[in-house]
C-alpha cells in the first residue's frame, strides 16, 4: 500500500514543527505526520456503552497463576498512579501534557503473576472489542488503567468508567472501556488490528496500517 503527501500537506506538517518551535516546545515529541491540538477529538467504533456499576467487572484470565475478578470499586482500590503524557491518535492528531490518575497497570500485574510463557496480552472493552499489546508495552512504566483525566471522572466518551493508558503507542492502542484482559504467549489481532491497522502502533515509525 502506498501514501502520497501533498505539498500543501509537507507545508502544514513543516509548519506545525516551526509553530513549537516558537512556543518553545521541542518538535521531536511531535511523530511524523500528526498535528498538535488542543481539543480532545471523540473517535470510536459503535455506540458509546450504558455501563452499570453494579454489575461492572473486572476479569484477568489466560497465562496467570492467579486468575482474578474485581468489581468496580475493589479494582479501583488497589491503587492510584498518575501519568502526564502526549497522546497521538492514528487519525493523526497529538495532544500534549494530557493528565491522568488511574490503577497502575504494574499494581495490576502483581496481584496475578503471570506465567513465564507469556508474552502478549489482548485487551478486552466492551462491545467485545479488543487491542493486542506486546507484555512489555503493557506493562511499561507509567501505564495505567485510567479512571480520571484532567481532574475530573472520564467523560463517557473517553472511556468512563475505565480505559487503559499506553501512551508511547497510537491511541486505539490505549483501549476505552476496558473489562478485563488475557495474557498468551503469541500475539493475536484485536479488532482494529483484524481490519487493517498495525500489529503494533508506534507513532514515531507511522505504524498506521498493514505494511507499513
Given at each position: 500500500m502506498v501514501y502520497r503527501?501533498?505539498?500543501?500537506?509537507?507545508?502544514?506538517?513543516?509548519?506545525?514543527?516551526?509553530?513549537?518551535?516558537?512556543l518553545g516546545i521541542d518538535p521531536s515529541r511531535l511523530p511524523p505526520?500528526?498535528?498538535?491540538?488542543?481539543?480532545?477529538?471523540?473517535?470510536?467504533?459503535?455506540?458509546?456503552?450504558?455501563?452499570?456499576?453494579?454489575?461492572?467487572d473486572f476479569t484477568v484470565d489466560g497465562m496467570v497463576e492467579t486468575?482474578?475478578?474485581?468489581?468496580?470499586?475493589?479494582f479501583i482500590a488497589l491503587g492510584e498512579g498518575e501519568l502526564t503524557a502526549d497522546i497521538h491518535c492514528v487519525t493523526k492528531w497529538s495532544k500534549f501534557d494530557t493528565h491522568w490518575k488511574g490503577v497502575p497497570?504494574?499494581?495490576?500485574?502483581?496481584?496475578?503473576?503471570?506465567?513465564?510463557?507469556?508474552?502478549?496480552?489482548?485487551?478486552?472493552?466492551?462491545?467485545?472489542?479488543t487491542a493486542n499489546l506486546p507484555l512489555a508495552d503493557f506493562?511499561?512504566?507509567?501505564n495505567l488503567f485510567a479512571h480520571t483525566y484532567d481532574g475530573k471522572p472520564l467523560e463517557p466518551d473517553h472511556g468512563w468508567p475505565l480505559r487503559l493508558l499506553s501512551p508511547h503507542l497510537y491511541f486505539w492502542k490505549s483501549v476505552k472501556w476496558v473489562r478485563g484482559f488475557t495474557l498468551l504467549d503469541q500475539d493475536v489481532p484485536g479488532f482494529w488490528e483484524r481490519n487493517g491497522y498495525h500489529m503494533y502502533g508506534d507513532p514515531f515509525l507511522e505504524q498506521r496500517y498493514w505494511g507499513d
Amino acid at each position: 500500500m502506498v501514501y502520497r503527501i501533498s505539498i500543501a500537506g509537507v507545508r502544514f506538517f513543516d509548519k506545525q514543527q516551526a509553530e513549537l518551535n516558537k512556543l518553545g516546545i521541542d518538535p521531536s515529541r511531535l511523530p511524523p505526520g500528526q498535528y498538535v491540538t488542543d481539543r480532545f477529538p471523540v473517535l470510536h467504533a459503535g455506540t458509546v456503552p450504558k455501563v452499570d456499576l453494579a454489575t461492572w467487572d473486572f476479569t484477568v484470565d489466560g497465562m496467570v497463576e492467579t486468575p482474578r475478578q474485581w468489581n468496580y470499586q475493589d479494582f479501583i482500590a488497589l491503587g492510584e498512579g498518575e501519568l502526564t503524557a502526549d497522546i497521538h491518535c492514528v487519525t493523526k492528531w497529538s495532544k500534549f501534557d494530557t493528565h491522568w490518575k488511574g490503577v497502575p497497570v504494574a499494581t495490576v500485574m502483581e496481584t496475578i503473576r503471570p506465567s513465564p510463557s507469556a508474552t502478549h496480552v489482548l485487551i478486552r472493552a466492551e462491545h467485545g472489542f479488543t487491542a493486542n499489546l506486546p507484555l512489555a508495552d503493557f506493562t511499561r512504566e507509567g501505564n495505567l488503567f485510567a479512571h480520571t483525566y484532567d481532574g475530573k471522572p472520564l467523560e463517557p466518551d473517553h472511556g468512563w468508567p475505565l480505559r487503559l493508558l499506553s501512551p508511547h503507542l497510537y491511541f486505539w492502542k490505549s483501549v476505552k472501556w476496558v473489562r478485563g484482559f488475557t495474557l498468551l504467549d503469541q500475539d493475536v489481532p484485536g479488532f482494529w488490528e483484524r481490519n487493517g491497522y498495525h500489529m503494533y502502533g508506534d507513532p514515531f515509525l507511522e505504524q498506521r496500517y498493514w505494511g507499513d
